[in-house]
């Protein structure tokens, strides 16, 4: 985005601040229009009874205001970076949980069987004797 447009939108939220509401008509200029609809796609305001009348929509708004639009959006993507690695990492982990479970089974399996041999290893030891030919 342009830094005009940034400006724009950092002086429409001064003004909402100022005002309570801002109005848009037909004289505003165009980088005051997408400043509006970067706004609205953003949900940090709303359409008031009238179409062209706006309102807060979002406590974001104050943290505009308070920071200017570059830091909010710059904590914006931030955090959604953040929230990508924790996806990322908790897929890992998952499927690291999901390794160690089969490998928890396959070791019980193991310590079973050979549990049985040994404790069966004179009947076992019996039977082969009575299968090998004399």
């Known amino acids: ?12 939220v001064t003004d909402l601040f100022k005002n309570t509401f801002i109005v848009t008509n037909d004289c505003c200029s165009d980088l005051y229009d997408q400043a509006i609809s970067f706004l609205k796609s953003y949900r940090l305001i709303k359409t008031e009874r009238h179409a062209n009348r706006y309102i807060a929509n979002s406590p974001d708004i104050y943290d505009i205001h308070k920071n200017g ?3 909010y959006l710059n904590e914006n993507n931030r955090i959604k970076n ?3 690695k924790i996806k990322k990492l908790t897929a890992i982990n ?5 390794k160690q479970m089969k490998r928890f089974v396959l070791y019980a399996i193991i310590s079973f069987v050979f549990g049985a041999i040994v404790t069966n290893l004179k ?3 019996f ?4 299968m090998t030919p004399q």
């Open 123 to 125: 009947d076992i030891l």
């Open 69 to 71: 639009i570059r830091e």
């Open 82 to 84: 953040l929230e990508l």
């Open 94 to 98: 998952v499927d690291l949980q999901n």
């Open 1 to 12: 985005m342009s830094d005009e447009l940034l400006n724009q939108i950092d002086e429409i």
């Open 127 to 130: 039977l082969l004797k009575l």
